[in-house]
Antibody
Framework: EVQLVQSGAEVKKPGESLKISCKGS????????IVWVRQMPGKGLEWMGI????????RYSPSFQGQVIISADKSISTAYLQWSSLKASDTAMYYC???????????WGQGTLVTVSS | DIQMTQSPSSLSTSVGDRVTITCRAS??????LNWYQQKPGKAPKLLIY???SLQSGVPSRFSGSGSGTDFTLTISSLQPEDFATYYC????????FGQGTKVEIK
């Protein structure tokens, strides 16, 4: 069974760093892209970036380039999304999903809620 | 980035109605268009991929059509469990989502 399991909810202060994770199982982790998606409270889905764990090829949405870092450790089938200095506006639900161009994002993680508040 | 424009942004409808949602791409994306359903507090669920292919397990009342820049999601007879927000997504170059269409009970 294909599964993507994300790390738990986080509460952080502005300026703090954070790294959240997305662990894949039940499929060849190195053969599919992983996409990260932000959903701010009451808003739509925003593509942040995408990584191919097989060779770590990474692409970022222009809206998020320089704001986050996406990485993957294929040895443990885990992708990461990290911030070096959080802002209140980073408060959102973050989803990872398995992605392939001709099929779309077919399996999703359960989401990680990040709350940034002083 | 390729821009995706969905319409309408919301619609009020009744059980049994036929519902049509459209999505337009800012440039041709061939058939690299996918549709998702999202219910409150849940992750999105893939309904249609490659413009018109039904994802496994998705009811046949959902269908998709289109190619190039203009696409449509149709729900032939709306069921109570279909009240949700629907998003289109292009996967021709990386990924972009439409802004969503909220389907509400009239």
């Amino acid at each position: 069974e294909v599964q993507l399991v994300q790390s738990g909810a986080e509460v952080k202060k502005p300026g703090e760093s954070l790294k959240i994770s997305c662990k894949g199982s039940g499929y060849s982790f190195t053969s599919y892209w992983i996409v990260w998606v932000r959903q701010m409270p009451g808003k739509g889905l925003e593509w942040m970036g995408i990584i191919y764990p097989g060779d770590s090829d990474t692409r970022y949405s222009p809206s998020f380039q320089g704001q986050v870092i996406i990485s993957a450790d294929k040895s443990i089938s885990t992708a990461y999304l990290q911030w070096s200095s959080l802002k209140a506006s980073d408060t959102a639900m973050y989803y990872c999903a398995r992605h392939i161009a001709n099929i779309g994002s077919d399996y999703w993680g359960q989401g990680t809620l990040v709350t940034v508040s002083s | 980035d390729i821009q995706m424009t969905q319409s309408p942004s919301s619609l009020s409808t009744s059980v049994g109605d036929r519902v049509t949602i459209t999505c337009r791409a800012s440039q041709s994306i061939s058939s690299y268009l996918n549709w998702y359903q999202q219910k409150p507090g849940k992750a999105p669920k893939l309904l249609i991929y490659a413009a018109s292919s039904l994802q496994s397990g998705v009811p046949s009342r959902f269908s998709g059509s289109g190619s190039g820049t203009d696409f449509t999601l149709t729900i032939s007879s709306l069921q109570p469990e279909d009240f949700a927000t629907y998003y289109c997504q292009q996967s021709f170059t990386t990924v972009t989502f439409g802004q969503g269409t909220k389907v509400e009970i009239k």
